[in-house]
């Protein structure tokens, strides 16, 4: 079992940035790909960014492909999310994502999620 807690969510202007973080425990997060998706009022979760196991794959969404990026730490068992340019679309409840599978993990169907964190992007 792997529990996923995220933080640093919030109101920003457009333009600005914001560091999300997802810290996970349970068993062994260092052998599990994570990932972000995000869901938007009246629309689908939809994938972010992903990251493998050792940190070396990443992932985009072409709609954050140059604004945002996904690293990890597994001696803090944490990955993060760097948003930078923020745009009004990218308004949504982020959520974090874990599977020892990455390819679960792209395909939006991890088996561990945390419960949210809401970022706002206002003009």
């Known amino acids: 079992q792997v529990q996923l807690v995220e933080s640093g969510g919030g109101l920003v202007q457009a333009g600005g940035s914001l560091r999300l973080s997802c810290a996970a425990s349970?068993?062994?997060?260092?052998?599990?790909?994570m990932g972000w998706f995000r869901q938007a009022p009246g629309k689908e979760r939809e994938f972010v960014a992903g990251?493998?196991?050792?940190?070396?794959?990443?992932y985009y969404a072409d709609s954050v492909k140059g604004r945002f990026t996904i690293s990890r730490d597994n001696a803090k068992n944490t990955v993060i999310l760097q948003m930078n340019s923020l745009k009004l679309e990218d308004t949504a409840v982020y959520y974090c994502?874990?599977?020892?599978?990455?390819?679960?993990?792209?395909?939006?169907?991890?088996?561990?999620w945390g419960q949210g964190t809401q970022v706002t992007v206002s003009s």
């Open positions: 349970g068993r062994t997060t260092s052998s599990i790909a």
């Open positions: 994502a874990a599977d020892p599978s990455t390819r679960t993990v792209l395909a939006g169907t991890s088996t561990y």
């Open positions: 990251i493998s196991w050792s940190g070396a794959d990443t």
